[in-house]
Structures are given as structure tokens and as C-alpha cells.
């Protein structure tokens, strides 16, 4: 009877122990459902508030992005505004110039240049008729006692070819001479300005193969005659005369430098520049590297010999190009990103007029930057290459200070 009693006891103790483990851990499970859903509150809360606050985030970014856009907007126009601005002032800049300057004594040449017939000998028999105006034109030319005083008109002809090349006019006859490029064999030629203005590119002109590569775009047509640089490698450079008639070379002749150094900073390329003006072929160059100024040479036309030689103290650093006009030197400066151009440095070989007592002519503002410009004494004009565009400016003159 003690035994079963005994197993009785030991069998309720078991299962009281038991109750109280199960309740215990029911109880914790109970204690950690309930953090768990507490922590997950907490969560829904904090994800709802982020939610909330991104909504808001948003729409200050998407009211900023507006404010920005309205403020973009009022600067493109202020800056639109500040262009017509700028070009307004250009405009009446170039007015008060031209105001500001006596006008070139006009002759029938000018008036036919007016009218947009491009071409002084286009016919031989209005060269007859026009005689007396010739002479007129000639012994003012000879005269060679002009300075520029400013620019009277722009005409922006055309867009053909190349960001940089050369465009010129022979003195002598109306034929155009198109360059495109910095090098190479041939050139293109056209019966006068008009022709050339009329054709959509270089398809319709007559192509002239030279026998060697011209040099940059300093060449010159002068006389019936083409005169280019020729540079190639491990030689010298050289001048070349080229006979347009005949089409054969005439004379060569070497080049008068230490080095193959650019005359112009902001157009490397060009070793040499030839011009023609009243008095006849000039020749720009840098001596060396070293040398800080444009050297002018005279040359004879006929054999190329070189006849004097000066150092026109005009630098050669932000130089961009340069022209010859009655025996005066006129350099035209710029800046690395391309503005406004001006003649900014004179020199005359006569020692009539100084850089000093000319005035600072500024070029209407166009494209960039001028690759070449190339003056006809007959015209009284510059033939301009401005980043592909051909340019020409009607010169004002006047006689020089000290005659």
C-alpha cells in the first residue's frame, strides 16, 4: 500500500512541475509576441513618418526644380537681352565711327562696288568708257598718302569650305581666288564676286593644280601672278611665284629666316604672310621664335629680290593677322577665346604716321576669329575669312597726319 501512495505523490508532483514549466513558458512566448508586435509599431511608425517626410522632401525638390527653372529662364533673357544689348552698342559704335570719319572721295570704281558689280574689268569695253575714272582711280593710288580711319560697310558674302582659309581679289582684273584650308595643291578661281557668291561651293569654279603645296593662308594675288609660301619638310621655306596665264612657275625664291616661327600666336600655321597693296608685294614674318615682333620686308614683284627689310615693333603674341595698306603695316589683335578684333598696332615705312596717333579700329563683332585678311588697293576694301564665312569691309581712309 506505501509504494502505490508513494507513487501517487511522486506522479502529482510531476505533473504539477510540468503545469508550471508549460504556464512559464507560455508566458514568455506571450512576453515576446508582445515586444515583437511593439518593436513592429514602432516600426510602422517610423517608416510613416519617413514616408511622410520623403512626400515632403519631394515636393520642396519638385518646388526648388521650379524656382530654378524660373530663374534659368529670367537669365536667358536677361543674357538675350544683354546680347541685343552688345550688339546694339556695336552697331552704334560702328555708326559713330563712320560718323566720326571723313568718307573716302567716291569714283565711279566705288560706285560700280556699291551697286554689287563686283568686277572693275569685267568688260573691256566699260574699261574704255570708264577711262577718265581710271586715271582718276590710279593717280590717287599712286599717290600712296592714305591711312584707314575706319570701317564704312560689312558684307558677309557667303559660308564655303574650311574654318580657316584665304579669299582675295587680283587688283588688276575681277577674278576671285578661294583657299580652303591651311595647305595643300590647288586653289579655286571664279570670274568675279558675284560668280563666287552665286555658287553653292566650289563645284562651279575653276580648279588651278599648283605644282607644290601652298603653305597656310598666307598667299597673295597680285598682277596676274599668284604668290604663295612653300614649306616642306627637312627644306626651307620659300617664296613662289606662279604665273596664273601660263599656269607655270616663274621664280622662287628662299625664305629669309632662322626658323620656321608663326607671325601670328593665334594662327600658328601661317610661317609667312604675303600682301599686295599700292606700292606693291610685302612679306611678314617672324625672324625666330625668340623675336617678339612682326618683321616687314619689301619684295620686288618681278624677281622676288628683297629690297629693305624693318622691324615694325607690332608683337606678335595675340596677333591674329595682318595687312599692308599704302606702305603702313595694320596687325590686327584678338584674345585665345575669340572676340572683338582691332587694329591695334600701326607701322608706316615712310615715318608719316605712328601707332600712336591712329586710331584704335574695332572690327564688327561676327564668328571667332579672322584667318586671314587680305586688302585690294583698287577697291579699297578687305577681303575677311572669319571661321568659314567670307567677309568683306568697305574701308573709310584719310591722308595721313603728317603730309
Not at 521650379?66 to 538675350?80: A, C, F, K, S, V
Request: glycine share 6%; with cysteine; charged share 25%.
Amino acid at each position: 500500500m506505501k509504494p502505490v501512495f508513494l507513487l501517487l505523490v511522486s506522479t502529482f508532483w510531476t505533473l504539477t512541475g510540468a503545469q508550471y514549466y508549460y504556464q512559464g513558458l507560455m508566458d514568455y512566448l506571450d512576453n515576446r509576441l508582445l515586444a515583437i508586435e511593439d518593436h513592429m509599431q514602432l516600426w510602422h511608425d517610423q517608416s510613416r513618418r519617413y514616408h511622410i517626410e520623403l512626400l515632403d522632401f519631394k515636393k520642396l525638390t519638385a518646388e526648388a526644380m521650379d524656382g530654378l527653372r524660373n530663374d534659368h529662364g529670367t537669365i536667358l533673357e536677361d543674357l538675350t537681352g544683354a546680347g541685343v544689348r552688345v550688339d546694339r552698342v556695336e552697331r552704334e559704335m560702328d555708326f559713330v565711327e563712320t560718323q566720326t570719319s571723313p568718307r573716302a572721295c567716291a569714283n565711279k570704281a566705288d560706285k560700280v562696288v556699291e551697286q554689287e558689280a563686283w568686277g572693275l574689268q569685267e568688260s573691256r569695253g566699260e574699261e574704255e568708257e570708264e577711262g577718265e575714272d581710271w586715271e582718276e582711280l590710279q593717280s590717287r593710288v599712286s599717290d600712296c598718302v592714305e591711312i584707314i580711319s575706319g570701317i564704312r560697310s560689312v558684307k558677309i558674302l557667303k559660308r564655303v569650305g574650311s574654318p580657316k582659309g584665304m579669299w582675295t581679289r587680283d587688283p588688276r582684273s575681277s577674278k576671285v581666288y578661294v583657299f580652303n584650308g591651311t595647305s595643300g595643291d590647288t586653289i579655286h578661281q571664279f570670274d568675279s564676286v558675284r560668280d563666287f557668291s552665286r555658287s553653292p561651293d566650289a563645284i562651279g569654279s575653276r580648279q588651278i593644280r599648283l605644282p607644290s603645296d601652298w603653305t597656310s593662308p598666307g598667299t597673295a594675288v597680285y598682277n596676274g601672278y599668284l604668290y604663295y609660301v612653300e614649306q616642306e619638310e627637312d627644306m626651307d621655306v620659300q617664296v613662289v611665284k606662279y604665273d596664273l596665264m601660263s599656269s607655270s612657275v616663274t621664280d622662287i625664291a628662299m625664305f629669309p629666316v632662322e626658323s620656321q616661327a608663326s607671325v601670328y600666336s593665334l594662327n600658328p600655321e601661317i610661317v609667312a604672310d604675303l600682301a599686295a597693296d599700292d606700292e606693291g608685294l610685302w612679306l611678314l614674318y617672324a625672324m625666330s621664335d625668340s623675336e617678339p615682333n612682326i618683321n616687314l620686308a619689301k619684295m620686288d614683284p618681278t624677281t622676288l629680290d628683297i629690297e629693305q627689310i624693318w622691324d615694325t615693333r607690332c608683337p606678335r603674341e595675340n596677333a591674329e593677322a595682318a595687312f599692308v595698306v599704302c606702305g603702313t603695316v595694320y596687325v590686327v589683335y584678338n584674345t585665345r577665346l575669340a572676340s572683338r578684333s582691332r587694329i591695334q598696332c600701326l607701322f608706316d615705312v615712310n615715318d608719316m604716321v605712328v601707332s600712336e596717333e591712329a586710331p584704335l579700329i574695332y572690327f564688327p563683332r561676327r564668328y571667332g576669329a579672322h584667318a586671314s585678311l587680305k586688302y585690294n588697293p583698287e577697291e579699297k576694301q578687305l577681303y575677311g575669312w572669319d571661321d568659314g564665312y567670307q567677309i568683306i569691309y568697305r574701308l573709310t581712309m584719310k591722308r595721313k597726319l603728317l603730309v
